[in-house]
């Protein structure tokens, strides 16, 4: 059974720092998502994750995946408030219908 | 614009009275999925339709049900909601066969009282 982990589940940083979060699963997959989520909104697609080695970015925000560890990074550059909001990855699973599984997220809390 | 429309955006519903949820998508994606969601909690998957194939997730209580008349339409029905069904629902597209992401509606926060 697949399961996702993410790292730390709670982070609290002032404005201006760096930090990463983490995400690890358990089995081989072929797709990695990262999705931001404000209070009482939907998911919001970040990034899509799709080979070894695969780096993306998006202002201070940036996204890396290394299959053969099983590993994702989201790496927040300079943060400011506005990045406040849950963080969750996702994993597709290795059906055809491809179920995705979610880490239990990481509420990102930026002080000014 | 292709979306992903789920209404309501909130629904109030008394203990035990039966409630639908319902989902529709001008993307033509052949899968749907739905979440369900609670507070400070991962999203859930409940169940989803592969074209016209019910796939249902072992833990889903037998109070959760789903029909997709067509590829358009899906919809949620809890026949019997009970104090602990209150959460977000969360409807997903996707489409097989290429690397394409899903698609989320905007969710539909249900209320039992």
């Known amino acids: 059974e697949l399961k996702v982990e993410q790292n730390p589940l709670f982070l609290s940083m002032q404005e201006g720092k760096n930090y990463t979060i983490y995400c690890n699963y358990s089995?081989?997959?072929?797709?990695l998502y990262w999705y931001r989520q404000d209070p009482g909104k939907s998911l919001e697609s970040l990034f899509v994750?799709?080979?070894?080695?695969a780096v993306k970015q998006e202002g201070r925000l940036m996204a890396s995946l290394d299959t053969k560890a099983r590993l994702s990074t989201l790496h927040i550059t300079a943060a400011v408030h506005d990045l406040s909001a849950t963080y969750f990855c996702?994993?597709?699973?290795?059906?055809?219908?491809?179920?995705?599984?979610f880490g239990q997220g990481t509420t990102l809390q930026v002080k000014p | 614009d292709a979306m992903v429309i789920q209404n309501p955006r909130y629904q109030v519903t008394q203990f035990g009275k039966p409630v639908t949820l319902s989902c529709s998508q001008t993307?033509?994606?052949?899968?749907m999925y739905w979440y369900q969601q609670k507070s400070s909690q991962a999203p859930k998957l409940l169940f989803h339709?592969?074209?016209?194939?019910?796939?249902n997730e072992a833990d889903t209580p037998d109070n959760f049900q789903s029909r997709r008349p067509n590829t358009s339409f899906c919809f949620l029905d809890i026949r019997s909601p009970g104090l602990g069904d209150a959460a977000m629902y969360l409807c997903?597209?996707?489409?097989?066969?290429?690397?394409?992401?899903?698609?989320f509606g905007s969710g539909t926060r249900l209320t039992v009282v």
């Open positions: 997903a597209t996707s489409r097989t066969g290429a690397n394409y992401g899903y698609t």
């Open positions: 089995t081989t997959s072929d797709r």
């Open positions: 994750l799709l080979s070894n080695g």
């Open positions: 996702a994993v597709h699973g290795s059906s055809n219908t491809g179920k995705l599984i």
């Open positions: 993307l033509n994606h052949n899968v």
């Open positions: 339709y592969y074209d016209k194939d019910f796939n």
